[in-house]
């Protein structure tokens, strides 16, 4: 049961992170989702490094780290998928 959470909140966690970038990103959405899972555990990373990965109440710093790592992730993943794309079309 957790990896269809993991699913789900990396879903709408590269969601938010597509709105957030400027821009058109060019990835698919499964992609999408697996940079949003990506960023959801890099967000929680730091969250436990600075030390508030489990406050009382909503963890509001976490859940905004997570969709920061989110927009991180996929910013770098859409560069990335496109510059691969490009050099498959060339060949």
Not at 5 to 27: D, E, N, S
Not at 41 to 54: K, S
Request: net charge positive.
């Amino acid at each position: 049961m957790s990896w269809l959470w993991a699913i789900i909140v990396g879903f709408v966690l590269g969601l938010i992170a597509r709105a957030v970038l400027p821009g058109k990103q060019h990835q698919p959405l499964w992609l999408t989702t697996v940079f949003g899972i990506l960023g959801g555990v890099l967000g929680n990373a730091v969250a436990g490094w600075i030390g508030v990965d489990d406050t009382r109440g909503i963890d509001w710093i976490r859940h905004l780290l997570q969709i920061a790592g989110a927009v991180v992730v996929v910013g770098l993943g859409d560069m990335l998928y496109v510059m691969m794309r490009g050099s498959r079309r060339a060949a």
